[in-house]
């Protein structure tokens, strides 16, 4: 099909179409070799709540963006190149069903199509790219993927201490590492991860932990010196430190390996756990591939 359509006048009107519909706020998208292969309206599960978002399929790129008008006016443009991808089948939730992860490197994050019958579309075009992508490169698949957010509907409190309740004045916070929705108390530390961010960014205090000892262990390797001074480069000194409760204990109490993706566990039982401890979709249109 690539073949087919690769340096074709509708291929061309097509790309065209979609840069005009982001404006100016967009990058360019034509690019020879470059073919639309399909759009379509996903949900896509954000921070707050899930969202419409129109998505167009590249043979080497996913983009998507902000629905302004269909068909007619889209902004915030996203652009994922498909050789950083891997999907990932996610089971039916009370909230969202026919899910699936999109992950990359810098960000990872769920969407959900209309129907089954869709959901399988998009898969099979998207591995179609990917495979045939990372073939025409050479590459190989990657290893290493963003933690997806745990949207904050998710959970009433604390996913680390499991006791601190958020409300309009205690806020919710994500760490950078793992996704978990925390408060500011367990996420007072930053971290210096380059693929995320050139600047520090947030993170819980078992990540932190976790983050440093993998990073003294490193610098010990490599230099087979003494143990590295206090002072990190890794992360902002004045950030304060551990809580009084430890990491471990608050690992007990909430297992950093839990997967709040790949179970089908609804979010509520997760609270019901840590209680114990502490005692609509929108429309889609359907998917268009050539």
């Excluded at 998208?29 to 399909?38: C, E, F, I, N, Y």
């Excluded at 199509?113 to 990657?142: D, F, Y």
């Excluded at 947030?202 to 932190?208: A, I, P, Q, S």
């Excluded at 997967?259 to 209680?275: L, M, Q």
Aim: glycine fraction near 4%; hydrophobic fraction near 35%.
């Amino acid at each position: 099909m690539v073949d087919h359509l690769v340096n074709t006048e509708i291929n061309s009107q097509r790309i065209a179409a979609v840069e005009h519909c982001f404006g100016a706020s967009g990058q360019p998208l034509a690019l020879p070799g470059r073919v639309l292969l399909g759009e379509g309206i996903l949900t896509k599960e954000c921070r707050k709540k899930a969202k419409p978002r129109i998505f167009f399929l590249f043979n080497d790129l996913l983009v998507y963006g902000t629905i302004v008008i269909n068909k007619r006016k889209y902004s915030s443009q996203h652009i994922i190149p498909l050789n950083e991808v891997t999907l990932e089948t996610l089971p039916d939730t009370l909230q969202m069903k026919n899910r699936w992860m999109i992950k990359t490197s810098k960000k990872s994050f769920v969407v959900s199509a209309a129907s089954l019958t869709e959901r399988k579309e998009w898969l099979n075009h998207l591995e179609e790219c990917i495979r045939h992508l990372l073939s025409k490169t050479g590459q190989q698949p990657p290893t290493e993927h963003a933690a997806p957010w745990i949207p904050d509907k998710a959970t009433d409190i604390c996913m680390r201490c499991t006791h601190t309740k958020f409300s309009t004045l205690t806020r919710r916070h994500h760490c950078r590492k793992c996704g978990f929705v925390v408060c500011g108390e367990c996420s007072r530390q930053r971290f210096l991860m380059p693929r995320l961010s050139p600047k520090p960014l947030r993170v819980c205090n078992l990540c932190y932990k976790q983050l440093v000892a993998e990073k003294n262990k490193a610098e010990e390797h490599l230099s087979q010196a003494k143990p590295a001074d206090s002072s990190l480069v890794g992360y902002d000194p004045s950030s304060g430190d551990d809580s009084d409760r430890s990491d471990e204990d608050k690992l007990d109490q909430w297992p950093t390996d839990t997967e709040f993706y790949t179970t089908e566990v609804p979010w509520s039982s997760f609270h019901r756990i840590a209680e114990k401890q502490n005692e609509k979709q929108p429309q889609h249109l359907k998917a268009v591939f050539v």
